[in-house]
């Protein structure tokens, strides 16, 4: 029995658009499915992109409205001339430009609180604007009380200069820090193959000990403070303002961030 062949020759498909299309539109719902690295749950990714464009608001704001100490402050942790012209034009005229600076210090170590929060879990069981607001508030208070501490400190001492000049060091070597802080933190945050516990742990914790040490060490070495002033006042002001509460902070934000 001869059997036909019933085998039609028709035009070969390469490349079906509509097969492409759907196996596309499958292979993202498999991927928005999987919990394999986990979803990183309670990360709002839009606030800390709408609080960076803020910093950078304020940062071109500060920039256009006083030109001359924008261009002092960012030279002045290297250059010595320029260290020196910024202390002198520190004085009430300038008044906006040290709120200016200090309100970008604040932000963006409040972008580190809030980011530090989110990576360890904790839920606070309160509206996320609302977190922001305590978590900046806090920051702003924090360097506030410090501040007025010292002054307390250096005018029941006699020592003017040391809260005065100190808070002038400080607040360079902290900015210019806080500039590269900023993306690195924004970097950690949206790149969800690293864990973000440890690493935002890390940054934070050399952040600190970079400013802290780097402002130490200008403060000593500038001449800045009295040439009439005890060694002994020295000591105990960098002990009771600066070191021990460094290791206090450093030792909090661990506990904060321990990984489990």
Not at 15 to 32: G, M, P
Not at 86 to 110: A, E, G, N, P
Not at 172 to 188: C, F, G, T
Not at 212 to 233: C, E, M, P, T, V
Request: glycine share 4%; charged share 10%.
């Amino acid at each position: 029995m001869i059997k036909k062949d019933t085998l039609t020759p028709h035009e070969f498909i390469g490349f079906d658009k509509q097969i492409y299309r759907n196996s596309k539109a499958n292979l993202r719902k498999s991927l928005a499915s999987s919990t394999n690295p986990p979803i990183r749950k309670n990360l709002n990714n839009w606030i800390v992109f709408v609080w960076g464009l803020v910093i950078l608001l304020l940062i071109i704001v500060f920039k256009s409205s006083f030109p001359l100490q924008y261009r002092l402050l960012n030279k002045a942790w290297y250059s010595h001339i320029s260290f020196n012209e910024f202390f002198d034009t520190q004085t009430s005229v300038f008044k906006v430009s040290k709120f200016f600076t200090w309100l970008i210090i604040s932000l963006i170590i409040s972008m580190g609180v809030y980011i530090a929060v989110k990576a360890n879990g904790i839920d606070f069981k309160i509206h996320e604007g609302l977190l922001i607001l305590l978590i900046c508030a806090s920051v702003i208070l924090l360097f506030t009380a410090n501040q007025w501490l010292k002054n307390v400190f250096a005018f029941s001492f006699y020592q003017p200069g040391l809260s005065h000049d100190y808070a002038i060091i400080f607040r360079i070597q902290a900015y210019i820090a806080s500039l590269v802080l900023m993306p690195v933190m924004m970097m950690i945050y949206y790149n969800g193959s690293w864990n973000m516990n440890i690493v935002i742990t890390v940054v934070l914790i050399v952040y600190i000990l970079l400013v802290y040490s780097a402002s130490l060490i200008k403060f000593i070495f500038s001449g800045r403070f009295l040439q009439n002033q005890s060694n002994f006042i020295l000591i105990l002001y960098l002990c009771a303002f600066e070191i021990l509460p460094l290791l206090v902070l450093v030792k909090s934000i661990t506990n904060l961030l321990e990984y489990d």
